[in-house]
């Protein structure tokens, strides 16, 4: 028997670093840059764990147990009291970049779990989905919000706000972004635990600054709502200023938000832990392709474009 599952990728339009201290933020799927995983019985009584673009291919067991896919194969065998009977090889392809903002971790743990209710035949929640994943987002990150796993394993557009309901977002106008890779990855651990000691020692400070993403969360959010794309533009900036001060932006995130900017986009911010990976920019459809050339020139190592929302 062969089971393939994938999950898509993610990006933060509003709220990044200030979410992990329990204040709101935005997050949309990615639909077309997924991680895929597949599995399939063998004869062999073990598991093997084939992954190409990580340069590896070896038993499972040999694996550190706090290697992420280990620990997620783990986590799901003894939560479902499984004993295997054969061996399994687990195939993982992901289209996603590492460290960069786009909750590629998250994605290919989700694509992991995906495959294997679906091998076992269990039936699953996004809810759950969503647990499990968080676990082992907790290896990849230490304190996690959990914006991650509930964007990717639920596949859908979130107002995420720590230990609350989630709210799912529906657009009501299809929003253009464009989505450039800075090519430079830096751990979301580090930048989080460096906002951790900025706000130890700066605890009024950076408590203002969080107050100030908060609200470019419900003006920004409210603003797609209304289909105010200048306004949710604007907000996306001020965003993106307001990271820049907890020092998780750097020279090539900013040239690239000021290339979207100046071309013309409505704003432009990084996404995501930051320091490297991503730069969003919200525009319309028809200059999709000019700004995509625009980021690429002023550095960005790849280009993509997304649509969120309904034509
Ligand atoms: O870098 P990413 O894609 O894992 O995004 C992390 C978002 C943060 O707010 C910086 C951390 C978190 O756990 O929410």
């Given at each position: 028997m062969e089971t393939t599952a994938s999950a898509s990728s993610k990006a933060i339009l509003f709220g990044e670093h200030a979410v992990v201290y329990g204040y709101p933020s935005v997050a949309v799927p990615l639909p077309e840059i997924r991680a895929n995983a597949k599995i399939k019985d063998i004869k062999r009584k073990k598991v093997i764990i084939d992954m190409p673009d990580f340069g590896k291919t070896g038993v499972f067991k040999e694996l550190a147990w706090e290697h992420p896919i280990r620990f997620a194969v783990d986590l799901f065998l003894s939560g479902h009291k499984i004993t295997l009977q054969n061996g399994l090889c687990l195939s993982l392809h992901s289209e996603i970049p590492i460290a960069s903002g786009m909750g590629s971790g998250a994605a290919i743990s989700t694509a992991v779990f995906k495959a294997l209710f679906a091998h076992f035949n269990i039936p699953y929640t996004a809810k759950k989905l969503s647990e499990l994943v968080f676990e082992v987002e907790k290896l990849h990150h230490?304190?996690?919000?959990?914006i991650d796993n509930t964007v990717i394993a639920y596949e859908q557009a979130v107002l995420f706000r720590k230990d609350e309901e989630i709210q799912r977002i529906n657009f009501p106008k299809t929003i253009h972004l464009v989505i450039a890779n800075s090519g430079f990855t830096t751990p979301t651990k580090t930048t989080v635990s460096d906002v951790a000691w900025l706000y130890e020692n700066n605890s009024t400070s950076v408590t203002d600054t969080f107050a100030q993403i908060e609200q470019c969360v419900i003006l920004g959010l409210e603003a797609l709502l209304l289909g105010d794309l200048e306004k949710a533009g604007e907000m996306m900036t001020e965003n993106h200023q307001l990271l820049r001060s907890l020092t998780v932006s750097n020279e090539r995130l900013d040239q690239l938000v000021d290339a979207a900017n100046s071309f013309g986009a409505y704003g432009a911010k990084l996404s995501g832990g930051g320091r490297g990976g991503i730069v969003i920019a919200l525009t319309e459809a028809e200059h999709v392709p000019f700004l995509k050339h625009t980021l690429l020139n002023a550095g960005a190592e790849a280009c993509y474009s997304t649509k969120i929302g309904s034509e």
């Open positions: 230490g304190t996690p919000s959990g």
